[in-house]
């Protein structure tokens, strides 16, 4: 069964900082896409990644992919208060958007 | 453009009673998903519409859940009867193609339900 794990599930941190997301799964796959959410919000698209090595960049926000070590990262750089949101990741095993989710990742930042 | 759409965003019914989710998709968009978050857990695939026809509904949790699609333009949800375990959010989304590289899924805002 696919399983997908993000760490950490909750991050508080200071503007003007740098931090990381993980995502790791467990199976081969397709596509890896990260979304972000405001409380009461839609579920927005911020990247997907199609193949090793992929990185995309919005921003402060900037995404890669490992396929070999299966293991996504979300970095960003110099955060800045409008970031605070929750951030999933999600694994597209066979590119039918039956999507396996992460938990989710909480950030705060603080101004 | 109007985005994906989600009636109502919160509904509290007890426990045994029946309750109709709605979701209407980006104009044009032939596929449909619903999606569900129970409390603590991650959001996890309950079906895909084409048009009209369920595509794929492996991940339905049972048959108190029945989603229709008539006509392939919005979505019907319907739980009935109601259980505790049942609460969450429920999300839908649309595409319009799948599989296509950069193709995106729109998401709803989606439907809080609490069943007490």
């Known amino acids: 069964e696919l399983k997908v794990e993000q760490n950490p599930l909750f991050l508080s941190m200071q503007e003007g900082k740098n931090y990381t997301i993980y995502c790791n799964y467990s199976t081969t796959s397709d596509r890896l896409y990260w979304y972000r959410q405001d409380p009461g919000k839609s579920l927005e698209s911020l990247f997907v990644?199609?193949?090793n090595g992929a990185v995309k960049q919005e921003g402060r926000l900037m995404a890669s992919l490992d396929t070999k070590a299966r293991l996504s990262t979300l970095h960003i750089t110099a955060a800045v208060h409008d970031l605070s949101a929750t951030y999933f990741c999600a694994v597209d095993k066979d590119s039918n958007y039956q999507l396996i989710w992460g938990a989710g990742t909480k950030l705060i930042i603080k101004p | 453009e109007a985005g994906v759409t989600q009636f109502p965003s919160h509904s509290v019914i007890e426990k045994g009673q029946t309750v109709t989710l709605r979701c209407d998709p980006i104009s044009g968009h032939d596929n449909l998903y619903w999606y569900r978050r129970v409390m603590g857990k991650e959001i996890k695939f309950l079906l895909h519409?084409?048009?009209?026809?369920?595509?794929?509904e492996s991940g339905m949790p049972n048959n108190r859940f029945l989603a229709e699609r008539t006509g392939g333009t919005y979505s019907t949800l319907k739980v009935q009867p109601a259980e505790l375990e049942d609460s969450g959010v429920y999300f839908c989304?649309?595409?319009?193609?799948?599989?296509?590289?950069?193709?995106?899924?729109?998401f709803g805002s989606g439907t809080q339900l609490s069943v007490l």
């Open positions: 519409f084409v048009k009209e026809s369920k595509q794929d």
């Open positions: 990644l199609l193949s």
């Open positions: 989304a649309s595409s319009q193609e799948v599989g296509v590289t950069n193709e995106k899924l729109f």
